[in-house]
T-cell receptor
């Protein structure tokens, strides 16, 4: 039982490049979330999903897209990376009304 | 729009003291509130989850209370230890399925 895993752990991009972050959970959770964490800002919600095939915008969705084609996976895409997207990205999952479980994070630097 | 505020932003106390961290939220229509701990450069560790129907939860030296009507939660740490030094985050799960975080309280326990 791996819980929530994130791939990759680190990544460096150049401005304008694209990439996809993968979040996977093996707890059969319906709800999945993507956050970004910047110094002094806490965690800010980017996008979330309440079930397979559904996605919704969070607090800071601009510049990101997501997909939930399989219940266990939640993908976060950056189509054209910008330096402002340099951050640590966390994924989380939950049954909906219970404890939220987090992945270890992905540290992304955009040059 | 749910807003979560944590006061103070930073706190330093001598070892052995009892302390209280505060979390307030603007929309009282919540499902639950969760407290997390985050060590520098690390992921989030869940401490306590309080459902909207509950008033408090306890785990060891930690006690979290919830007053949904006034939009407040407190995390009480008894007999603080240097190992308690970390950032403490609260997160509110709302009826719009979003989970919103405060910016955290950075706690430093002085040996």
């Amino acid at each position: 039982n791996a819980g929530v895993t994130q791939t990759p752990k680190f990544r460096v991009l150049k401005t304008g490049q694209s990439m996809t972050l993968l979040c996977a959970q093996d707890m059969n959770h319906e709800y999945m979330y993507w956050y970004r964490q910047d110094p002094g800002m806490g965690l800010r919600l980017i996008h979330y999903s309440v079930g397979e095939g559904t996605t919704a915008k969070g607090e800071v969705p601009d510049g990101y897209n997501v997909s939930r084609l399989k219940k266990q996976n939640f993908l976060l895409g950056l189509e054209s990376a910008a330096p402002s997207q340099t951050s640590v990205y966390f994924c989380a999952s939950t049954t909906g009304y219970n404890e939220q479980f987090f992945g270890p994070g992905t540290r992304l630097t955009v040059l | 729009k749910q807003e979560v505020t944590q006061i103070p932003a930073a706190l330093s106390v001598p070892e052995g003291e009892n302390l209280v961290l505060n979390c307030s939220f603007t929309d009282s229509a919540i499902y639950n509130l969760q407290w997390f701990r985050q060590d520098p450069g690390k992921g989030l560790t869940s401490l306590l989850l309080i459902q909207s129907s509950q008033r408090e939860q306890t785990s060891g030296r930690l006690n979290a209370s919830l007053d949904k009507s006034s939009g407040r939660s407190t995390l009480y740490i008894a007999a603080s230890q240097p190992g308690d030094s970390a950032t403490y985050l609260c997160a509110v799960s709302g009826r719009d399925d979003k989970i919103i975080f405060g910016k955290g309280t950075r706690l430093h326990i002085l040996p």
